[in-house]
């Protein structure tokens, strides 16, 4: 299971940037662009006649001239490429959020656009520079085949502009946003719920002493993910018990307490602190952006983001936000039906290793539903998918900790409903919305 959150993690890095994808792209060409004149230059005589006909068959000169052509009017695609895909991230970043960058930044379709573009000048470039005029002392060669290629490669890349454009265009739209995230933290759902539920759990009664040693970090940023595993091992070896202080999502500041430890055989100190500290600190990976790999909390900040900046003065789209809670509430009902992490882990032998800190279910209700709760009552149809949200939560858990926040969501929400001042006959219709959805939950009504 850790494998797959470190396999993650790395896939997650790589996706998230522009470069790794074109500059092995890059590498490939330039071979191709040495390897396939060497090859032409071994097959050129033998070709078939049905073959000789459909490859380059211009002079020395012509050849450059295509090579060229080629290798400018790429240069110039792939400016045009990256200036379209520089505004469409200033777009979402305005009308939606600015954490949604990333989903521009690891679309794999901007990736591969650029590959073609960038791997075609290359391999052009290559190539050029194997094409010979005749001299006295050196006979006219001409790539052929290698040209041939590059004519194909350059059709290629015409093509991949085109659903590029295609592509960008509808990544602009909110919708497609929306259902990217959702996608996104739905993956990440999947993978932490499995490693969860294969977690070694620790039944036991955990008695916590006030003489703690704090492991405090040395960097600031947000913990984007830990390796229990690693934690794990480090208890073991060292017979302690680790106690987690942050969370995969939080902030921690530099000096600050990341964990804790104690010793759990006084007859066996711990001997280099120094180095059970960094060891504990090198389990935690800490950046500077948070990240959907290991934390689902990512994904809802996200969906959040876009229906809060829908519900602002600025932009006015209430539509928008209503489908924002759609999401949400989807994404809400798998996390709280998703494996817990244990709260305490154990090793093979069953012994306490770790103490962890992971959200409850009501922790994610709570998360998810409070910042729209907060700014919605404005807006009477966010206000009605609000409650159908929460009506749905209500089917979908029997968790008595949901049921309280859910109903807390209701309260909260009530109260923000009676002082307002304007349109009287609408807030009545939706406190008595909420009255029916407690009342089918067996709850009082609300005056």
């Avoid at 040395?218 to 987690?244: C, K, W, Y």
């Avoid at 006959?425 to 959805?437: D, F, H, P, W, Y």
Wanted: aromatic letters at 6%; one cysteine or more.
């Amino acid at each position: 299971m850790r494998r797959n959150g470190w396999w993650a993690a790395v896939v997650e890095s790589v996706d998230s940037r522009l470069w790794p994808v074109p500059v092995v792209a890059v590498v490939a060409a330039v071979i191709l662009g040495i390897a396939l004149p060497r090859i032409d230059l071994l097959i050129d005589a033998s070709l078939p006649t049905a073959v000789d006909s459909i490859v380059f068959n211009g002079g020395a000169d012509t050849a450059r001239s295509v090579l060229s052509s080629i290798a400018g009017s790429l240069i110039t695609a792939t400016s045009l490429t990256f200036s379209l895909t520089v505004v469409a991230l200033q777009l979402a970043s305005s009308q939606a959020s600015p954490r949604v960058l990333r989903l521009f930044a690891r679309d794999r379709q901007v990736h591969w656009t650029l590959a073609v573009f960038l791997g075609t000048f290359a391999y052009s470039i290559t190539v050029l520079r194997s094409v010979r005029s005749s001299t006295e002392d050196i006979p006219e060669f001409i790539p052929r085949v290698a040209v041939t290629v590059a004519f194909g490669l350059t059709l290629l890349s015409v093509i991949m502009l085109v659903f590029f454009l295609a592509h960008l265009a509808a990544q602009l739209r909110v919708e497609t946003m929306l259902k990217d995230i959702h996608a996104e933290t739905d993956r990440s759902i999947d993978r932490l719920g499995e490693r969860n539920a294969s977690a070694p759990a620790f039944t036991g009664p955990v008695d916590i002493p006030a003489d703690r040693h704090i492991v405090r970090a040395t960097s600031s940023g947000f913990v984007t993910a830990h390796d229990h595993p690693r934690l794990m091992r480090l208890a073991v070896e060292n017979a302690i018990v680790i106690q987690e202080h942050k969370r995969v999502g939080e902030n921690v500041v530099a000096g600050t307490p990341l964990a804790l430890w104690w010793s759990i055989d006084p007859a066996r100190p711990v001997d280099d602190v120094d180095s059970l500290d960094g060891g504990i600190r090198d389990a935690y990976a800490i950046g500077y952006e948070r990240t959907s790999a290991e934390d689902i909390g990512h994904g809802v900040q996200q969906i959040l983001d876009i229906g809060l900046r829908a519900l602002s003065a600025g932009v006015n789209d209430p539509t928008t936000a209503v489908n924002a809670l759609g999401h949400l509430t989807a994404v809400t009902a798998r996390m709280i039906a998703m494996p817990p992490l244990p709260a305490a882990l154990a090793d093979r032998e069953g012994r306490l290793c770790i103490l962890t800190l992971s959200p409850s279910a009501a922790d994610h209700v709570d998360a998810a539903l409070s910042p729209l709760r907060h700014y919605c009552t404005d807006h009477p149809a966010v206000v009605t998918r609000f409650v159908q949200a929460v009506d749905e939560l209500f089917h979908l858990s029997d968790d008595p900790g949901v049921t309280t926040a859910l109903m807390g969501q209701l309260d909260a929400l009530a109260d923000q409903l009676r002082v307002r001042d304007e349109d009287p006959a609408s807030t009545s219709q939706l406190l008595a919305m909420i009255t029916r959805v407690r009342h089918d939950r067996g709850s009082v009504t609300i005056d």
